[in-house]
């Protein structure tokens, strides 16, 4: 899951962090690709980790037995070729030859099983897991070579399933080992050389690598700031190649430098406050309907993201199969606010808090202003990435110990279709911590839809599914939806190869620098 940007005050130079300094003064490889996010990654193993950013760091150090093309259609990886019997519950895949992870262990059909074993041990407790635990029954090896799925039903999304975090490849040495989460072992193109926590991720090309030895940089550098006029400064003196994502406030004087590129595009990002359904006065229906339409979504787009967004009307983006654009179930109403609030028995208004990460302050202080105006106090909790982490997946005990009635926070589900955005957010078995529905809102109706939808093979009958579920979410109101971002990621002119997946995820493998 992605949590991307608080907009804070620009800050001076001069309070550059001595962090960011330390990595910006680190020795740098002739052809080092530097680039710059606004958050800092969460783990080094991709069936830990649900976050956009975290995933763009890992892309060069893993690969799955699928990958998502240019074209944004599955496409070989580490599998050469794959088949399913006719129900669709079965598929066979060959496995690529002579592949090896970076530390020596040999990719193999054990290798495979292993992956996907991890996944179904609900014992391990991985971030990633429960999207897979869902559909999938069992993996095993029929040689070294072949392996074979067995899915609980048909699920159309299954192979761009395959091409996400939790089916990325470890080493299954090194996650015997308990170390994964600090040091990246996988089969990619590049291989990590350091990580040191709070300042950089140096990875260098794998020698050993089974495909293109020649494509991209020596060397790919991140490094990250919360902060957006870091990010801007770094880009502009030249410390950073590539910046994702864009502060929006300094967008537009980027894209009319001749020394740089700004690329945006339609993003698949979802911004979105989840409510804590388990606490009063939450859990009434109406009090979060009331805080829907005391939201000004235009007001926020302008305020916050300089006009390159999109306010929500539906849990799913535009660029998601089954969006209805028809969707308007929320306009900014005040009277109608104030008038649902007083039925449900809080006409005076009530105090609750919401969980923001640091980038994120000046959402939760626009929604603080905004929410006001009918009488909600919002205490806006402004915490520190990892902080944030523990207190947005905590259980329901958790929540109600720390009492907190909200959560600031975005998900995208890239090009992998409604069903990848729609369960982990508001499926009854994806509670957090096991999964991202923050707020423990538990449908029974929606649970069948979903469940209908996501073993419907035809595509006009599943979307139509997705157009009732997205009713269903906006008339239970378990979120207030902000809007959707726009992809924004610039690099310097001298850069070329850099292309974006829908979500914010940039693929750097590839880039060139002249």
């Known amino acids: 899951m992605k949590i991307t940007r608080y907009i804070r005050r620009p800050v001076q130079l001069t309070l550059l962090s001595s962090a960011l300094l330390a990595a910006f003064s680190l020795p740098v490889f002739a052809a080092t690709l530097n680039v710059m996010q606004n958050e800092a990654p969460r783990s080094m193993d991709p069936g830990n980790q649900t976050a956009t950013f975290t995933g763009t760091v890992l892309d060069p150090m893993y690969e799955g037995l699928l990958r998502m093309s240019p074209q944004l259609k599955p496409e070989a990886a580490l599998a050469t070729s794959w088949s399913s019997d006719e129900s669709g519950l079965v598929w066979t895949f060959k496995l690529r030859s002579g592949v090896t992870f970076h530390d020596g262990t040999p990719f193999n059909a054990d290798a495979v099983v292993a992956n996907f074993a991890r996944h179904l041990d609900t014992k391990r407790g991985l971030a990633a897991s429960g999207r897979l635990r869902t559909f999938l029954d069992s993996v095993t090896k029929t040689d070294e070579s072949t392996v074979v799925f067995k899915l609980k039903k048909p699920y159309p999304a299954f192979l761009n399933l395959l091409t ?11 996650d015997k080992t308990g170390t994964l989460d600090s040091k990246a072992v996988g089969t990619g193109p590049y291989k990590m050389v350091q990580y040191k926590t709070g300042e950089f991720v140096l990875e260098e090309k794998y020698p050993g690598y089974w495909g293109d030895k020649a494509a991209g940089p020596d060397d790919i550098k991140w490094t990250w700031s919360a902060e957006p006029s870091v990010m801007n400064m770094a880009l502009q003196a030249g410390e950073a190649d590539v910046i994702n994502p864009v502060p929006p406030q300094f967008a537009r004087v980027l894209k009319n430098n001749p020394k740089f590129d700004l690329h945006e595009s339609p993003g698949a990002s979802v911004f979105w406050v989840a409510l804590n359904t388990d606490l009063k006065p939450l ?17 926020l787009v302008r305020a916050i993201m300089s006009g390159f967004a999109q306010p929500a009307n539906s849990p799913l983006a535009p660029v998601t199969a089954g969006y209805d654009k028809t969707l308007n179930p929320y306009p900014l109403d005040l009277a109608k606010a104030k008038a649902l609030l007083k039925e449900a028995g809080v006409a005076d208004g009530f105090t609750m808090s919401i969980a923001v990460q640091g980038q994120d302050a000046r959402i939760g202080q626009v929604l603080q202003s905004m929410w006001a105006k009918i009488g909600v106090k919002l205490d806006v909790k402004i915490m520190e990435s990892g902080v944030w982490t523990k207190a947005a997946f905590a259980d329901q005990v958790g929540k109600k110990a720390d009492n907190t009635g909200a959560v600031l926070a975005s998900w995208s589900s890239g090009a992998n279709g409604a069903d990848l955005q729609l369960r982990p957010l508001y499926y009854s078995k994806s509670f957090a911590p096991g999964g991202a529905n923050l707020g423990f809102f538990s449908d029974p109706k929606l649970d069948e839809m979903l469940d209908k939808a996501a073993s419907t093979l035809d595509e006009n009958s599943r979307n139509a599914i997705y157009v009732d579920a997205q009713k269903e979410i906006n008339q239970q109101a378990p979120q207030v939806l902000l809007y959707y971002q726009n992809d924004l990621y610039a690099t310097g002119k001298n850069i070329s190869g850099v292309t974006m997946i829908p979500g914010g995820q940039i693929v750097v493998k590839d880039a060139q620098k002249k």
Not at 164 to 174: D, N, Y
Not at 285 to 292: D, H, T
Request: aromatic letters at 4%; hydrophobic letters at 45%; a neutral charge.
């Open 283 to 299: 859990s009434d229906v109406r009090v979060r309907q009331a805080l829907n339409f005391a939201t000004d979504r235009d007001g």
């Open 164 to 174: 996400t975090g939790a089916c990325l490849m470890v080493s299954p040495a090194a």
